[in-house]
């Protein structure tokens, strides 16, 4: 039987090449021919592309994370009544990171939610209150400002990017994020408690 025919992977044998060398090359062949995509898996960027995506992110990662103060819905303390969120304490100044991507839609200082923004992020939409810093027109465009940190009103964020600092402007009794999550279904919105799904979300 000829070598051709015992390995068809190389139709024929190179001149000069021997036995052992043809088999080797045969053995890789096949192996290439089982995982075609073996070569591309061993690249940084070819695995970074397969990941999968995360799609929602913590707002206070681990690091600054302290408690839940608050839950949602009906409270005595600190203020009585139908609380419209979740309360996270952390420390003054922590860093707040978009929960899911989306665009800021709405920036605002009162005195109930104090500092605050809301962004939509496909059929949700959430706001962080008692933020740090304040709102300000910023080159004509509406902008909260931090320090050196800016958002600007209509701007692309994506989960996991920082987009405020933990504050406590408005109604506060100390640093803490006050996160609403509503429930968007046609032109109906819907608060919703945000913890079953922050615990789904990435730290």
Not at 177 to 192: F, S
Request: aromatic content about 12%; overall charge positive; charged content about 20%.
């Amino acid at each position: 039987m000829k070598l051709s025919q015992r390995f068809p992977l190389l139709p024929f044998p190179p001149l000069g090449v021997d036995f052992l060398t043809m088999l080797f090359l045969s053995s890789c062949l096949f192996l290439t021919s089982l995982f075609p995509n073996y070569q591309q898996l061993e690249t940084p960027e070819k695995q970074r592309e397969l990941a999968p995506k995360i799609e929602a992110y913590r707002p206070i990662t681990r690091e600054y994370f302290q408690r839940y103060s608050s839950y949602f819905g009906r409270r005595t303390n600190p203020y009585p009544g139908n609380h419209e969120g979740l309360d996270i304490a952390a420390p003054l100044g922590s860093p707040v990171r978009a929960w899911k991507s989306g665009e800021v839609v709405r920036l605002s200082s009162g005195r109930g939610c104090g500092t605050n923004i809301t962004i939509k992020a496909e059929n949700y939409q959430y706001r962080y209150c008692h933020l740090q810093g304040t709102v300000v027109t910023w080159e004509t465009k509406k902008a909260y400002l931090n320090k050196g940190h800016r958002l600007y009103l209509g701007q692309k964020v994506k989960a996991g990017e920082i987009v405020a600092f933990v504050g406590s402007t408005g109604y506060s009794t100390g640093p803490h994020l006050h996160i609403e999550i509503k429930k968007i279904k046609g032109k109906n919105k819907r608060l919703i408690d945000p913890l079953p799904l922050l615990k789904k979300s990435q730290w």
